[in-house]
């Protein structure tokens, strides 16, 4: 323990040794939580652009609505599948720098 009882840098070894295990479960509790906001928004983004363009549930739809719901299922998922692409392409920017961050932290492990 330190003299200047700063908690933070006396638990930091224990963290460095945990970060192995909590990954896995970080991984699972985070794409567990990509998965439900991913279904909320797409029920969500489809429901308000039908319902802006007048579509009425079991009713004749109107070219408007008819053109909402064609565009919700072709060119919505093709946007955003395109923004997520574009963000993916960043995160692989990230993922080459953790050997870095690795050896880095395995410096930190070694001076103490």
Known sequence: MSNDGDILRDLAPACDDAADHAAGFLT????AFCIQV???F???LPLQIMS???????????VAAQNAIS??????????YTIVGVIMLFYR??????PMI???LEQRRNAE
């Open 28 to 31: 699972a509790v985070g794409s």
């Open 38 to 40: 991913g279904s909320g």
């Open 42 to 44: 797409g029920a969500f």
């Open 52 to 62: 802006a363009a007048g579509f009425v549930a079991n009713k004749t739809q109107t």
């Open 71 to 80: 565009f919700c299922f072709i060119w919505l998922p093709v946007i955003i």
């Open 93 to 98: 920017k990230f993922e080459k720098m953790e």
């Open 102 to 104: 690795k050896a880095e």
